[in-house]
């Protein structure tokens, strides 16, 4: 077997479908295996998917595992000489396997690989490529100079924003939403650690994989990252994993060389995370006030794809209050369009051509999120609902 993807699932089966279409036709010609794990779903996510992905691989945790320890139970009966882990709340391009697969092979040394993420709006997902989080990187960080100075070499590391966007570069830590490792690495150095129940785990991964002699690489293939639509960010519980698993990581791989400031970090670490927590009720707050106060103005969508689809479209939008329009492609839509919406067949469009248009349409200037009309199941999917 030459790849095995690997795919946690937890109550998203919806964008969960979308992804594994984008694989299926990502894998068109290539020697794929898809695994899916799904961590105590109650959405019926497994019985729904089996029906349109048969010869997907399914385990079905009795219990929500953790991110770590579900991925770890697939790679171990996975047969690839490579593994991709991917997050369910994503896309690929047609092209993105391919291509990644033709580095690696082409590259011996390199041992995992991350690639060019957009978000939901088409902007550049800075996270795409990430420095090693040291005291000093992190506290750059928190001290707003990462985002003062975003490509400074040192002070922007964070997000090795000095490296070009559209070329390959060695980085020191893949996003784990896209990462591609090779066996062999993975084998040397280990499963992903257990202790990180959500969170730091791709940090920890590609960390190991450098300290053993293996590189990280940055391409410019791209991918689609609803960016946490299978948690929570205002929760609690998101709150502690998030900040626990940088607790971990630093305690791991860094007290001994920072005793002096261990202490120190951990105090900072954990103000980090309630003043997180708060500030994100705060928000919540103000955002329900604001809701009750200020008639927020309907939403609005613009769908591009056949007439035949827009027809089944129609009263799925009147439904969900959203104001709609058939248009032919992004500049026939309002730059202020809330959605800019495509359809999605078996044999349709593209996932590489709305990736490209969402791009595009950022950089003119549009603020809309992308969205897709699934018209084999007829789901209308936006990056914070789902409407059937």
């Not at 996975?78 to 580095?103: K, M, Y």
Request: with cysteine; aromatic share 12%; charged share 20%.
């Amino acid at each position: 077997m030459r790849l095995s993807i690997v795919i946690v699932n937890y109550n998203v089966r919806h964008y969960l479908w979308q992804c594994l279409d984008s694989v299926r036709r990502a894998s068109a010609g290539l020697d794929v295996e898809v695994w899916v794990v799904d961590n105590a779903s109650t959405d019926d996510s497994i019985a729904y998917l089996r029906q349109y992905f048969p010869d997907v691989h399914y385990i079905e945790n009795t219990e929500n595992v953790g991110f770590s320890k579900a991925n770890n139970a697939a790679i171990r009966q996975a047969t690839g000489d490579f593994v991709l882990l991917l997050n369910p709340d994503t896309f690929v391009a047609e092209d993105t396997l391919r291509q990644c697969l033709s580095f690696m092979e082409a590259h011996p040394r390199c041992g995992a690989i991350g690639i060019h993420m957009l978000n939901r709006d088409g902007s550049f997902a800075r996270e795409s490529r990430r420095g090693l989080p040291t005291p000093a990187t992190s506290l750059y960080k928190v001290m707003g100079l990462c985002a003062l100075f975003p490509r400074h070499p040192r002070f922007g590391r964070y997000y090795m924003g000095h490296l070009p966007e559209y070329e390959e570069g060695q980085i020191e830590v893949i996003s784990g939403a896209f990462m591609m490792l090779r066996r062999t690495a993975l084998d040397e150095q280990g499963l992903l650690d257990e202790d990180y129940f959500m969170y730091g785990e791709d940090i920890d991964m590609s960390y190991r994989i450098g300290k053993g002699g293996w590189e990280c690489w940055y391409i410019p293939q791209k991918m689609l990252h609803y960016k946490g639509e299978s948690t929570q960010d205002t929760s609690l519980r998101y709150i502690h994993s998030f900040y626990n698993a940088m607790l971990i990581f630093f305690h791991k791989h860094f007290a001994r060389r920072y005793r002096m400031t261990a202490a120190l970090v951990r105090v900072a670490v954990v103000t980090m995370g309630f003043m997180s927590y708060l500030r994100n009720h705060l928000r919540r707050m103000l955002n329900r006030l604001y809701g009750v106060v200020c008639r927020p103005p309907a939403e609005t969508l613009c769908f591009i794809g056949t007439e035949e689809a827009w027809q089944q479209l129609q009263p799925i939008c009147e439904q969900a209050g959203l104001v709609a329009r058939h248009v032919k492609d992004y500049h026939d839509a309002a730059k202020n369009t809330t959605y800019l919406t495509f359809e999605v067949t078996e044999k349709g469009r593209p996932y590489d051509t709305m990736l490209t248009q969402m791009e595009a349409a950022h950089r003119e200037g549009w603020q809309s999120s992308l969205g897709t009309f699934n018209t084999i199941n007829h789901t209308l999917i936006l990056p914070n609902d789902i409407f059937c």
